[in-house]
């Protein structure tokens, strides 16, 4: 008489961590502190504190780290600085990096 085995094979599935995004701004000429502070309240929730070291950073350094996201969040936040940049009239930009 045979005996039977039975052979399981079990699928591993390699769970992959989204590519995270940097998000910086970018110093200007022409845009105030004062709004630099207020998109990085709005647009990344920072605190004032944490929104003003950011803003000397951008100023001092060139650019800034907003914070860490996945492409379409660093997208989305990206897309919001420029259009409230425009509606105020000021040439802020700022810019992802795959991290």
Known sequence: MATHHETE????VEVKEPK?????LLNDDYTTMDFVV???MDVFHKSYAEAVDI???????GKGLCG?????IA???VDEVH???RANQFPLKATMEEE
Not at 20 to 24: A, I, L, Q, T
């Open 38 to 40: 207020e998109i990085l």
């Open 83 to 85: 259009r409230r940049a």
């Open 55 to 61: 803003m000397l950073k951008v100023h001092k350094n």
């Open 20 to 24: 995270k995004y940097k998000v910086f």
């Open 9 to 12: 094979t079990k699928e591993i």
């Open 68 to 72: 860490v996201y996945t492409y379409e």
């Open 75 to 77: 997208e989305t936040k």
